[in-house]
């Protein structure tokens, strides 16, 4: 199983908006609603952000928001602080919803 | 609250085991699905696995199914997982995760690095 596919950075200015995608295929991303993001500091332990394409845990803030469109789920980051700056990951089950898919990772930079 | 602790950083040669361990505490142990995730350097996560401890059953990522093993004991609550045959791209930070809340990983442990070097 391929990797899902997303951008290998983005960027933005601190207030700005950015958009992540997350591309796969009708076997995960476009065939079930357990897309979750993750945000991952280097030397620490990732951290979800939404989870079920659209829904944030408790604690998150919702200047982050998830959607999905057929095989593509995005992530979009509004009023980009400088502590956003890090390594987001989306993933999907798979395989009927036992297996996991990773994105590749994409590294945000706030400039 | 919960928590996934690991054990400690380990350095192994070419063709051994290692065993990394992840003890948890503040939920059901036996009822949730305990993953493991990797990541090499320079490269992204990695699912290998999960395991379902009050029934054994487990699953693989296909590239792991073969020479990995992941285990749980339910008197201390605690997974492990065994990669053998180690090769010098098994290099990573080996983490566990656990899914209490529903199908996204909630809790982490804060990763083990094992390095496989001559």
């Known amino acids: 199983q391929s990797a899902l596919t997303q951008p290998r950075s983005v960027s933005g200015s601190p207030g700005q908006s950015v958009t992540i995608s997350c591309t796969g295929t009708s076997s995960d991303v476009g065939g079930n609603n357990y897309i979750s993001w993750y945000q991952h500091h280097p030397g620490k332990a990732p951290k979800v952000m939404i989870y079920?394409?659209?829904k944030r845990p408790s604690g998150v803030p919702d200047r982050f928001s998830g959607s999905k469109s057929g095989n593509t789920a995005s992530l979009t980051i509004s009023g980009l602080q400088a502590e956003d700056e890090a390594d987001y990951y989306c993933c999907s089950y798979t395989g009927g919803y036992t297996n996991v898919l990773f994105g590749g990772g994409t590294k945000l930079t706030v400039l | 609250q919960v928590q996934l602790v690991q054990s400690g950083a380990e350095v192994k040669g070419p063709g051994a085991s290692v065993t990394v361990s992840c003890k948890t505490s503040g939920y059901a142990f036996n009822f949730y699905y305990i993953h493991w995730v990797r990541q090499a350097p320079g490269q992204g996560l990695e699912w290998m696995g999960w395991i379902f401890p009050k029934s054994r059953e487990t699953k693989f990522a296909p590239k792991f199914q073969d020479w990995v093993t992941m285990t749980g004991d339910t008197s201390v609550s605690t997974a492990y997982m065994e990669v053998s045959s180690l090769r010098s791209d098994d290099t990573a930070v080996y983490y566990c995760?656990?899914?209490?809340?529903?199908?996204?990983?909630?809790?982490w442990g804060q990763g083990t690095l094992v390095t496989v070097s001559s």
């Open positions: 079920d394409v659209s």
């Open positions: 995760a656990t899914s209490t809340s529903g199908q996204y990983f909630d809790y």
